[in-house]
């Protein structure tokens, strides 16, 4: 399983991006996708994930100002990132909870950058 994420930059505070992240490869079904996000010093953690179901989990710092949707049919995730804060830059990581060959595994994307000038 290979995942392609895009559309990560240098935005000033209070401006918007958008990721995107296309999951591919032997894909029997994808439970969840989600963004995950990594500052330099931190851990990675949780952005926001949605099931194929259509739920959806937020880290309480996004809520309301970030969306996560879905493609299903293309196995794509987005990431609307409105009224960005300088908090908010990191390296973001796409990752697919995913059946391929009879195994249920968690995948990543190599990570895009996020940054955010005050």
């Known amino acids: 399983v290979q995942l392609q994420a895009s559309g990560g930059g240098l935005v000033q505070a209070g401006e918007s991006l958008r990721l995107s992240c296309a999951a591919s490869?032997?894909?029997?079904?994808?439970?969840?996708m989600g963004w995950y996000r990594q500052a330099p010093g931190n851990q990675r953690r949780l952005v926001a994930v949605?099931?194929?179901?259509?739920?959806?989990n937020y880290a309480a710092s996004v809520k309301g100002r970030f969306t996560i949707s879905r493609d299903n049919a293309q196995n794509t995730v987005y990431l609307q990132m409105n009224s960005l804060k300088p908090e908010d830059a990191a390296v973001y990581y796409c990752?697919?909870?995913?059946?391929?060959?009879?195994?249920?595994?968690?995948?990543w994307g190599p990570g895009t950058q996020v940054t955010v000038s005050s």
């Open positions: 949605r099931t194929t179901g259509g739920s959806t």
């Open positions: 990752n697919a909870n995913a059946w391929v060959a009879g195994s249920r595994n968690d995948y």
């Open positions: 490869g032997s894909i029997s079904r994808i439970n969840a």
